[in-house]
């Protein structure tokens, strides 16, 4: 089952940055480590980050606001995982969620050995599932023309 995995916390006045919000960085970790989790749940196993595309940082959280991270498996392969994952906040008085930030991240499972390991198959269901592995595909194609443009870079 791909239940979404859920971090929920408090930003906290570390997180700042030099504009009195949080900074990326932060949400950058946060982002891996809810990605992560998520990926080792889906695979039982050891994973790594080969991955981060896209970050779109939408609207800044503020220090102090509720921020809940949401990843959930959205294609794999033999032994990769494209794992979404959406960054929210809200105020401490506030019902209501914002989406701040959403990326796609990669992860290979490992063995024993630090080798690539297969990883179960995920099989969308509903139709929204079936809109995000095609998204997942797309990206893929997208990831590739860009590895082609920084070959001369690298």
């Given at each position: 089952m791909n239940t979404p995995l859920v971090f929920q916390f408090i930003s906290e006045p570390s997180d700042v940055n030099y504009g009195g919000k949080v900074h990326g960085g932060s949400v950058m970790k946060w982002i891996d480590q809810a990605g992560y989790a998520c990926a080792s749940t889906w695979s039982s196993r050891y994973c790594v980050t080969v991955y981060v595309g896209g970050i779109r940082f939408y609207q800044p959280i503020k220090i102090g606001q509720i921020v809940k991270v949401e990843a959930h498996v959205i294609y794999t392969g033999s032994t990769s995982?494209?794992?979404a994952i959406d960054v929210f906040a809200r105020d401490?008085?506030?019902?209501?969620?914002?989406k701040k930030t959403h990326c796609i991240i990669v992860f290979v499972a490992m063995d024993d050995e630090n080798k690539p390991a297969l990883v179960p198959k995920w099989i969308p269901v509903t139709e929204e599932e079936k809109q995000q592995e095609e998204y997942a595909k797309r990206l893929m194609v997208h990831r590739k023309q860009i590895e082609e443009e920084m070959k001369p870079f690298l």
């Open positions: 995982m494209h794992i401490l008085k506030s019902p209501a969620f914002e």
